[in-house]
């Protein structure tokens, strides 16, 4: 369920050196991440077949941010939090601290250790989240999917955007942007008032939201030291942050009532 709740107070930091459990967990986190629809199609995508654009989408973002997190988790804490570690243990523990910001919550290094650059990544990571239709919050691997089409069109300079053989409609990469931006907002809100509020240090402040927004549920110890504005706030945010993007995109999918007005085109440069 991505939910992250263990039965020790040290979340999986006990089976550090245990792989078999590492892994299966980690298993069932890129599943219950992915929506049960995209599960199913991937056997057919192993055999080439077309599937799906949403759930081609997914399944690509997804190793892509699982190699992501793993290769810079890696190669960041080698020395630091996986520093104890042998060099199995390393490779495992970076794999799976990369599966679990997928938004379930579990750890089986020390975060608060982790540096500077890694929690940027752990963050970007957080933020992204799992796919639609899964149990995993954030903005959702499609989201970035489509922005990056999106990106690709405009460098490229063609005039609509394209994923693996399917064009994306001008409306879809609007909604892309929406869930993006509000995303983005709701951060900064509840960033902003968690500084004013707690005598906490930015940086676990920023980490903090971060989890919140994204219904993720790691944190470097910043959880203990909120008082109950601190507390109230983190509550609110979990709560928007899971159901806000969901709302939104529900609104979004909406057909629109109103007729298209015929505007004149602006030419605005943005650069």
Same mark, same amino acid.
């Given at each position: 369920?991505?939910?992250?709740?263990?039965?020790?107070?040290?979340?999986?930091?006990?089976?550090?050196?245990?792989?078999?459990?590492?892994?299966?967990?980690?298993?069932?986190?890129?599943?219950?991440?992915?929506?049960?629809?995209?599960?199913?199609?991937?056997?057919? !995508?192993?055999?080439?077949?077309?599937?799906?654009?949403?759930?081609?989408?997914?399944?690509?973002?997804?190793?892509?941010?699982?190699?992501?997190?793993?290769?810079?988790?890696?190669?960041?804490?080698?020395?630091?939090?996986?520093?104890?570690?042998?060099?199995?243990?390393?490779?495992?523990?970076?794999?799976?601290?990369?599966?679990?910001?997928?938004?379930?919550?579990?750890?089986?290094?020390?975060?608060?250790?982790?540096?500077?650059?890694?929690?940027?990544?752990?963050?970007? !990571?957080?933020?992204?989240?799992?796919?639609?239709?899964?149990?995993?919050?954030?903005?959702?691997?499609?989201?970035?999917?489509?922005?990056?089409?999106?990106?690709?069109?405009?460098?490229?300079?063609?005039?609509?955007?394209?994923?693996?053989?399917?064009?994306?409609?001008?409306?879809?990469?609007?909604?892309?942007?929406?869930?993006?931006?509000?995303?983005?907002?709701?951060?900064?809100?509840?960033?902003?008032?968690?500084?004013?509020?707690?005598?906490?240090?930015?940086?676990?402040?920023?980490?903090?939201?971060?989890?919140?927004?994204?219904?993720?549920?790691?944190?470097?110890?910043?959880?203990?030291?909120?008082?109950?504005?601190?507390?109230? !706030?983190?509550?609110?945010?979990?709560?928007?942050?899971?159901?806000?993007?969901?709302?939104?995109?529900?609104?979004?999918?909406?057909?629109?009532?109103?007729?298209?007005?015929?505007?004149?085109?602006?030419?605005?440069?943005?650069?």
């Amino acid at each position: 369920c991505n939910a992250g709740f263990a039965l020790q107070t040290d979340s999986l930091v006990p089976y550090a050196g245990k792989p078999l459990i590492l892994h299966t967990i980690g298993i069932l986190i890129i599943t219950g991440g992915l929506a049960p629809a995209t599960v199913l199609v991937i056997p057919a !995508l192993l055999k080439r077949q077309k599937i799906p654009p949403a759930a081609y989408l997914a399944l690509v973002y997804t190793l892509f941010f699982l190699m992501f997190g793993f290769v810079m988790i890696l190669s960041l804490e080698w020395s630091r939090s996986l520093g104890d570690f042998g060099v199995f243990d390393k490779l495992n523990n970076a794999w799976f601290q990369s599966v679990t910001l997928r938004t379930a919550g579990f750890n089986s290094i020390d975060i608060s250790q982790s540096a500077a650059p890694t929690m940027l990544i752990m963050m970007a !990571l957080m933020f992204v989240g799992g796919s639609p239709g899964g149990t995993a919050g954030g903005v959702k691997t499609v989201t970035i999917g489509v922005l990056m089409a999106a990106l690709w069109t405009n460098v490229v300079g063609r005039k609509d955007a394209e994923a693996h053989g399917w064009e994306i409609s001008s409306t879809l990469v609007y909604r892309a942007i929406a869930i993006f931006g509000s995303g983005v907002l709701l951060w900064f809100v509840l960033t902003f008032m968690l500084t004013v509020t707690q005598a906490i240090s930015t940086r676990d402040i920023i980490f903090e939201a971060t989890s919140t927004l994204a219904t993720v549920g790691l944190s470097t110890g910043a959880t203990g030291q909120l008082d109950e504005i601190g507390k109230c !706030l983190i509550i609110i945010g979990m709560f928007v942050g899971r159901i806000g993007p969901l709302t939104l995109f529900v609104l979004l999918t909406q057909d629109p009532k109103v007729k298209r007005r015929s505007l004149p085109q602006a030419e605005i440069p943005l650069s």
